[in-house]
């Protein structure tokens, strides 16, 4: 376990010890991760939804399929997509009891019942490259617009509507549901976190530091939104991130450095003791109540994405005893174990 004495701001710790969150409800029971292979090896993993029966559902970018199979490693069932290289990003559970998924080359949003039925809905503007989706408080599936630079919304119906983000060119990377009802995102290319109201106001929060490059986001536990700030040079851009940023219903930031040494973070998600964890490559990161962070290997050559307990970008009301996580250079789904 790799550990940095990072940095903690007093509202960080009175938010925290107000939601009852310094009190950990669960800790974790071994650093040693639980893992699950995939049958097909190119699947690349990429994220995992936890379903209201306890099924995990996940995304295979590569390997174009929709997976599911029980908490326990059983009952594997894989689905083909019906359009080739559609490159499935992200997948969420939705107000209907289905599934959706964002489709990142296909240009659609697509929905999957428990049956493995699969419908797809084609984003109006084309090459849009969506990524992140979330369940809005309004019932809907909102999702991110990476190239457009717009902010899209999917009924049950599969009828879409998409709002454009008033600063041009702004990457749209990830998006999650707030508590204060609205959906919070990320602009990967211009430095920002934004906030859209169901009714399609935008308001945008510039980050305190040139080139964050903000990625994915999350509902902490401590009622603020907990995002990554990525490094190196995706998508075309510089980044110097390193960094897992706060941002409050108001638009008050916080940053906490990340050790040195390390690939970007890539992917955040409350754990089953309700601190924020992310992914980064092959580590697990933990930003404790007091603002220092725990790095937990993985071993060498692991590529960890997506991550989740159960909350799957909504507020942190529904958690497992276990933190999974798509392990995408091994083809594996693996978990941590809580107590």
Request: hydrophobic share 35%; net charge neutral; with cysteine.
């Amino acid at each position: 376990m790799l550990k940095s004495s990072g940095f903690c701001s007093g509202l960080l710790a009175l938010a925290l010890l107000a939601t009852g969150c310094a009190t950990r409800p669960a800790v974790l029971a071994s650093p040693i991760p639980v893992c699950h292979m995939l049958p097909n090896r190119g699947s690349a993993p990429t994220t995992i939804a936890i379903a209201r029966d306890g099924q995990l559902w996940f995304t295979q970018s590569s390997g174009n399929r929709i997976g599911r199979m029980n908490p326990d490693g059983s009952g594997l069932v894989e689905y083909g997509l019906p359009h080739p290289a559609s490159s499935p990003r992200i997948i969420s559970a939705g107000a209907d009891g289905n599934m959706w998924f964002s489709e990142h080359n296909g240009n659609r949003i697509s929905r999957i019942t428990p049956t493995g039925q699969i419908a797809g809905f084609q984003i109006p503007t084309p090459d849009s490259q969506p990524r992140a989706i979330a369940l809005g408080a309004d019932g809907n599936i909102w999702f991110g617009m990476f190239a457009a630079g717009k902010i899209g919304r999917i009924t049950p119906e599969g009828v879409i509507t998409e709002f454009t983000v008033p600063t041009p060119d702004s990457g749209p990377r990830a998006l999650a549901a707030g508590p204060d009802g609205n959906i919070w995102f990320s602009e990967y290319r211009r430095n920002k976190i934004g906030r859209i109201t169901a009714a399609g106001v935008i308001t945008e929060f510039e980050l305190p530091r040139p080139n964050s490059g903000p990625g994915d986001i999350t509902a902490g536990a401590d009622g603020a939104m907990w995002f990554v700030e990525l490094s190196g040079g995706m998508d075309g851009i510089r980044t110097d991130g390193n960094r897992v940023g706060r941002i409050t219903m108001d638009g008050q930031i916080s940053e906490f450095a990340l050790p040195a040494g390390a690939e970007s973070p890539i992917n955040i998600a409350v754990g089953p003791d309700r601190n924020p964890w992310y992914t980064r490559g092959s580590r697990l990161g933990r930003v404790n109540p007091e603002g220092t962070i725990d790095e937990f290997t993985l071993g060498e050559g692991a590529r960890a994405v997506g991550l989740t307990a159960g909350s799957d970008r909504q507020t942190p009301q529904r958690l497992t005893d276990r933190l999974w996580f798509a392990e995408g250079a091994g083809d594996r789904i693996c978990h941590f174990q809580f107590r």
